[in-house]
């Protein structure tokens, strides 16, 4: 579990591949969601559960952001291919500043969903993330980012992978707190939001079997 904006852990992973989700959570705080998918209880990404009166819902615009970073010999192995894990690091960075911004309180990494690295990554590539907030639900939100490369020397961009991660949004005593709604506006936002929501419908799912071959 990773928590911002008190300090950041990014997860590990090789050069090329996928990162599996976790099926257990909690934070280093004790923080556990109730079906082990760092989410809210069923129904609460869905729309059904209301948000608090104060939590005034905000637009995609409001966080999301474009961060881009110059890859250097120390992201890197001896070849001068990119680290996956520094990849990774980076997504989870510009994950959480855009929950962070979203929340406006301390919120912690619950979740990396699969991540799968398309096309490497070379020292002296800039790469360039793409972060916004697909959806929310009652104490938790899902965070997408696409992770672009660009050849400075060539002029060349390619996808090199994409991500969703999941929050769970803290108060001052470390518990998990409401988060505001998020306002889906264009077209291409209440695509993701869908895709979100039927995402967050497979991990309740797969809770659901986890738990059963546990019993």
Known sequence: MFSYPNGRAAPSAGRSGRMTAMSDVSDANGVSDANGVGEDAPGAMGGEAAAPPELKPKRVAESSITMSQLMLPSDANPSGNVHGGSIVKLVDSAAGVVATRHCRTRVVTARIDQMSFLRPVYIGNVVTLKAAVNDTGRTSLEVGVRVEAEDLTTGETWHVGSAYLVFV?????????????????????????SEARARRARRLQEAATLARDRA
């Open 169 to 193: 949004a803290l108060d001052a005593q470390g518990r998990p707190t409401p988060v505001p709604p998020v306002i889906a506006e264009t077209p291409e936002e209440r695509r993701r939001q």
